[in-house]
């Protein structure tokens, strides 16, 4: 049975459509179209944008699916770039963001990642933009630990509601440290390139093969437990990119592949957990 995450006081679906580099091509915006309504129709309620992709154009995309669906049944997020996270830049950015996605109000408001503007400033300017309504809750992108030990220090730092950091089997570096801490806040994980990039060329031969064994135990493709593993402990939402409609239900299927323990160990055993603080994997 599929376990859905909690985040900010709602309960989503655990595998969300990530939508970096799409809507850059018009050629292939009638399939990236198709693959989000298909993905929604599957299950997904979680979208991930930025105002940073494409310059807006994936705001601009993601905004003609809303138009599709029910709005209220998506859990939107889109994520302020950091030069524009002054006081007086983060409303006009996300005013901006609101227009190209053609919504009132967003669930979710990120910092892409560390600004030079002090972060007292940020959290302020996500504050008044929350008590104004534009947006439900807010967050952070690609902190490691010491940065959200520092932000939970910060007036309001506590009204942080998440956490996105890249993180995969190849990728398991927040499990040291940040996953713990993040869990002793409460905070969810939202995993982006879950899927390891490069179509797993660069495995090696023992670990491929231990995938491929899982795979056929749930007669999944190995993608399909990649996801499965990165939503094990039921507190991370994986945002995985596809403009394939096929894979795209495919991905939102991984979310019924249940791991068993010994198969939990067996990729232990080939994909090393962390053992000593490394750092943030990024992009």
């Known amino acids: 049975m599929v376990q859905n995450v909690k985040i900010n006081g709602r309960e989503v679906f655990p595998i969300g459509i990530g939508t ?44 003609h699916v809303l138009k599709q669906v029910n709005r209220e049944d998506i859990y939107l997020i889109s994520k302020v770039l950091p030069e524009n996270a002054s006081k ?15 919504v009132p109000y967003l669930d979710m408001y990120l910092l892409h990642w560390k600004s030079t503007v002090p ?48 993180y995969n089997l190849i990728d398991r570096g927040i499990e040291y440290d940040l996953l713990p801490y993040m869990q002793t806040q409460q ?16 495995l090696l031969s023992s670990q491929s093969k231990v995938l491929e064994t899982i795979a056929l135990n749930h007669q ?32 939102i299927k991984a979310a019924d592949i249940q791991l068993t323990e010994t198969e939990l160990q067996q990729i232990d055993k080939y994909f090393k957990k962390p053992m000593k603080k490394q750092s943030l994997a990024l992009w």
């Open 119 to 166: 972060l007292e400033e940020t959290i302020d300017a996500l504050e008044q933009v929350k008590n104004d309504g534009k947006i439900r809750a807010w967050g952070v992108s690609n902190f490691d630990t010491i940065d959200l030990q520092h932000m939970m220090t910060l007036p309001n730092g506590k009204n942080c509601q998440t956490n996105q950091v890249k």
């Open 220 to 251: 999944a493709s190995i993608s399909q437990i990649l996801l499965s593993w990165s939503i094990r402990n039921q507190q991370t939402i994986a945002i995985p990119k596809s403009s394939n409609p096929k894979h795209m239900i495919d991905n």
């Open 20 to 63: 970096w580099n799409i809507g850059n091509n018009k050629l292939d915006q009638d399939r990236e179209v198709e693959a989000m309504l298909k993905g929604i129709a599957a299950g997904a309620q979680v979208i991930d944008t930025a105002e940073m992709y494409g310059n807006g154009r994936s705001e601009q995309l993601v905004g």
């Open 187 to 202: 905070l969810p994980l939202i995993a982006y390139s879950p899927m390891i990039k490069g179509n797993l060329k660069g």
């Open 88 to 102: 007086k830049r983060l409303a006009q950015s996300l005013e901006r963001s609101l227009e190209r996605l053609d």
